[in-house]
């Protein structure tokens, strides 16, 4: 049965493949082939999205089905900048043992129906519409090693991502030309409170008694009575907001803030929360190499 859904869809695929058939051995362009498409499932899966299909060297890819997150078009734009990643570390071996290096592209868009296509001797749950030829266009748009957007993903995805507008594009077999933005990095925000932040935040309402305690436990420690402040409670009630309520309230005296935090992205990174406050902290820009890093630290 067929399922109305939001989805986010990504299409990826490799560049030049055609003069890299003619260059490889059918075997050995095969391997390559499969190294490909192993790294690019790897940082699939890593955030959660599903392979629909994979179009010989392309790959179709949805984000909110069969399983829904509130954040898929982030999911989508941040497996899409993984990817490209990926593909360079790929590159490193492919160099040395065969001379190659791959480059992709990524088109990234988002309303579709899944549902079941095909006969009784095969079926699969694919997505209806125009967003998958939508993803597939946008790719070609993008040069290589980059990931394109449509407007709806920019929309979505606003605030956590610094993209560069390419302007208006007419689409192959798309009825009204679209804007089209390239991704060029995460910005610095890690959370809706962070985004809403730039905008400016609407009054915080009921939580004087938990914001005098802050303030009082913030007025100790400047006394030199050190505290460890354990906020808990269900999401969605407010625990962020009352610390961005502590970091107004002390952004006018010296302090120095250090803020770690967890993601379902990179639950099997080790150290990811740490690693990524050191990054902060040393200014690190995703574009700069390993041994600039190392020679911050």
Same mark, same amino acid.
């Given at each position: ?5 939001? %989805? ?10 055609? @003069? ?21 499932? /790897? ?35 941040? /497996? ?8 360079? /570390? ?12 791959? @480059? ?15 006969? @009784? *001797? ?23 090693? /980059? ?36 991704? %060029? ?28 305690? %802050? ?17 808990? *409670? ?59 890093? %190392?020679?911050?630290?």
């Amino acid at each position: 049965m067929a399922e109305r859904r939001q %989805l986010t869809v990504l299409f990826c695929d490799l560049v030049d493949s055609t @003069a890299l058939a003619g260059r490889l051995d059918p075997e050995d362009l095969r391997d390559v082939v499969r190294a490909y498409q192993q790294t690019c499932a /790897t940082v699939i899966q890593r955030f959660e999205g599903h392979i629909a299909q994979y179009l010989g060297d392309g790959l179709l890819v949805y984000f909110g089905y069969p399983q829904a997150h509130e954040d898929d078009a982030q999911r989508a734009v941040q /497996t899409g900048l993984g990817i490209v990643e990926a593909i360079g /570390t790929l590159n490193m071996s492919l160099e040395q043992a065969q001379g190659l290096r791959l @480059a992709v592209r990524v088109g990234i868009t988002g309303l579709v129906v899944v549902g079941e296509i095909g006969g @009784a *001797g095969r079926q699969e749950q694919l997505a209806l519409g125009e967003t998958p030829n939508i993803a597939a266009r946008l790719q070609g748009l993008a040069p290589p090693d /980059t990931v394109v957007i449509s407007n709806q993903t920019a929309r979505l995805v606003e605030g956590y991502f610094i993209c560069q507008s390419l302007g208006t594009q007419d689409l192959k077999g798309v009825a009204q030309p679209l804007q089209v933005y390239r991704v %060029l990095h995460a910005s610095v925000a890690q959370t809706r409170l962070d985004v809403a932040a730039t905008r400016g935040l609407t009054p915080l309402v009921g939580r004087t008694a938990e914001v005098a305690l %802050l303030q009082e436990r913030w007025a100790q420690v400047k006394d030199g009575m050190g505290h460890v402040i354990v906020l808990s *409670g269900e999401a969605g009630i407010g625990k962020s907001r009352l610390v961005q309520v502590l970091k107004e309230h002390v952004a006018g005296e010296a302090h120095t803030r250090w803020e770690c935090r967890c993601s379902p992205y990179y639950q099997h990174t080790a150290l990811y929360s740490f690693i990524d406050l050191l990054q902060r902290a040393l200014r690190c820009q995703p574009e700069e190499l390993i041994e600039e890093k %190392l020679a911050k630290l």
